[in-house]
């Protein structure tokens, strides 16, 4: 009795350890939001100040994603500590979770929190978080459904998937998928016939889940709309990012990060075909209740996982597919372990360790795990990593990042200017961007106008698109237009109606030099009052109090 429980009690043990590893890590190794990860913050940003999703500005499907750091921000306030403390408690959940399903899945607590912390090390992305928690949490309920896929669990794993959906929507469509494979393959077993009662459930808890997100959609835009705008957004992002060629080997001194990630890249594709192979060797026998339900779909995820996100740069993308195809090492791992012929057992337990060593050394290359100990301190000492902490406890307090920790070279130069609109300008007022550098958001304290984050073809640039923003843009005071030289010629080509409104309605203000680019042109709206002179600058105030320093920026 009691070392049954001993024996469920140490992978929670693990995972806790794990969990705690992973916000130690990612706080320690902060090194700053990309530019990417501002386009979350700035849409959150735009909701704790009074727009709405859809209603207030475009979504192409990712409503969750905003919303939980929006929350955050409004209860917690607007500190750069308080996202970062939300990224690190996601992945900490991440890796918990992880660790668990690997336990659970090799039979191997020490096993499955190696794997827990190589997730950890191999440093997704910071907006990847859900690529994480939510599909080692997806993995966990669905082994509990392919065992007895009680209404209880059948219910959580809706749920689950439907988080996912609002997260971003193809989230919630490959874990819908493995959610149903695992749940026809599980009730399977006493005739397919059996397997239409769980799945109805499944399915009908799921739509009441999303009915409320359905209906508010259907009132503020229209699914037709929704939908189209949403899928056109992600075959426009596809085509941009994708892989263009498949990565090779370079046999030569400096190119270790990236034959790393290369290695990566076909080990974790790789894997699931493995998976179902060895799965397909046992069908007669299975080692627990539920293993082929569960092994099939998580290596069906793992395929589609694999091709969906490891695209364009290999060391952003090669992170996001870990935790599936990690879990499904889990599974080989102890399945090896238990064969009935001692020379096999051997041969496959020294196999996967060796393998396993494989998979360590490349994401300590591939993630650059010996830069990432230097940015904690962790290589020089605790005094070092008590500095850290020290500088980390200052600049998280702040609203704005400062020195390395700002996203781009466009947001360091505007600095001075958004110091200026923040000063000179109403909060209700709102910026016009083109090129995506949604940090500009952020770092002024406005609201994006027209609806969108980025005015930057091709995305949104269809004639019916662009009227729309054009609509919006007229119900709103949008004092300046922030024109990335670089891209002007793209929107002028390809948004001609915005380049019209723009040219019709601005004029240019000043010209910002911004290194290594053609740098950027403010455009300031014609004939809107001027209340005064920033002294600092010389350029025109909308607002009738200058407060020089206050709850802002100064220049730099």
């Known amino acids: 009795m009691n070392r049954d429980r001993s024996t469920r009690f140490f992978p929670v043990l693990v995972a806790g350890v ?11 190794t902060f090194a700053g939001f990309n530019n990417d990860h501002y386009v979350n913050v700035a849409r959150a940003q735009q909701m704790v100040l009074g727009d709405w999703v859809v209603r207030d500005f475009v979504d192409p499907g990712m409503p969750l994603t905003y919303a939980v750091s929006a929350a955050a921000r409004w209860l917690w306030g607007s500190s750069l500590g308080v996202e970062v403390w939300l990224i690190a408690v996601a992945f900490a959940v991440g890796a918990a979770l992880t660790t668990l399903s690997a336990a659970r899945l090799s039979g191997s607590a020490g096993f499955a929190l190696t794997l827990g912390i190589l997730g950890v090390l191999i440093n997704p992305r910071s907006f990847s978080y859900p690529k994480v928690a939510l599909y080692a949490g997806a993995a966990l309920i669905m082994g509990s459904v392919a065992r007895s896929p009680t209404t209880v669990r059948l219910a959580a794993l809706a749920l689950v998937t439907a988080i996912a959906f609002l997260f971003r929507h193809d989230h919630g469509l490959f874990i819908g998928l493995g959610s149903a494979l695992t749940i026809g393959q599980a009730a399977s077993a006493a005739g397919w016939r059996a397997a239409v009662r769980p799945l109805a459930i499944w399915f009908l808890l799921l739509m009441a889940y999303l009915a409320p997100w359905a209906i508010y959609v259907a009132a503020y835009e229209g699914h037709f709309h929704y939908w189209a705008s949403a899928l056109a957004f992600s075959r426009t992002e596809a085509a941009e990012s994708g892989l263009r060629t498949l990565p090779g080997f370079q046999f030569s001194a400096g190119h270790a990060s990236d034959n790393a990630l290369s290695f990566l890249f076909y080990c974790f594709h790789a894997t699931p075909v493995v998976a179902l192979g060895l799965l397909w060797r046992r069908r007669s026998q299975e080692a627990w209740l539920g293993e082929r339900a569960v092994i099939s779909a998580l290596a069906v995820m793992g395929m589609v996982v694999n091709l969906t996100f490891m695209r364009g740069s290999l060391s952003g993308r090669v992170p996001d597919a870990f935790v599936l195809d990690g879990l499904l090492l889990a599974w080989m791992f102890g399945r090896v372990r238990h064969l009935a012929r001692d020379a096999a057992r051997r041969w496959g337990t020294a196999a996967m360790l060796a393998l396993t060593v494989a998979v360590s050394v490349a994401i300590y290359w591939g993630a650059d795990v010996h830069e990432q100990l230097g940015r904690s301190g962790a290589l020089d000492g605790s005094d070092a990593v008590g500095q850290r902490i020290a500088d980390l406890r200052i600049r998280l307090g702040k609203r704005l990042p400062e020195r390395d920790h700002v996203p781009s070279r466009y947001s360091r130069a505007l600095l001075p200017f958004l110091a200026y609109v923040e000063r ?70 390809q948004m001609p109606r915005v380049w019209t409104f723009v040219e019709t309605r601005y004029e240019p203000m000043a010209q910002i030099e911004v290194p290594e680019t053609a740098g950027v042109r403010i455009m300031v709206e014609k004939n809107r009052r001027v209340r005064s002179v920033d002294p600092s600058t010389g350029w025109v105030c909308f607002t009738a109090v200058l407060e020089p320093g206050a709850r802002g920026l100064e220049p730099r």
Do not use: K
Not at 425 to 448: H, K, S, W
């Open 424 to 493: 000179c300008t109403a909060p209700a007022d709102r910026l016009m961007v083109t090129g995506l550098f949604p940090e500009i958001y952020v770092l002024a304290n406005r609201r994006f106008a027209g609806g969108h984050i980025a005015f930057w073809p091709p995305y949104y640039s269809t004639p019916a698109e662009q009227e729309q923003a054009i609509a919006r843009l007229l119900r709103q005071s949008v004092p300046f237009v922030i024109l990335v030289n670089q891209v002007a010629e793209e929107v002028r080509r």
């Open 18 to 28: 794990a969990a705690a590893f992973a916000l130690l890590w990612r706080v320690l």
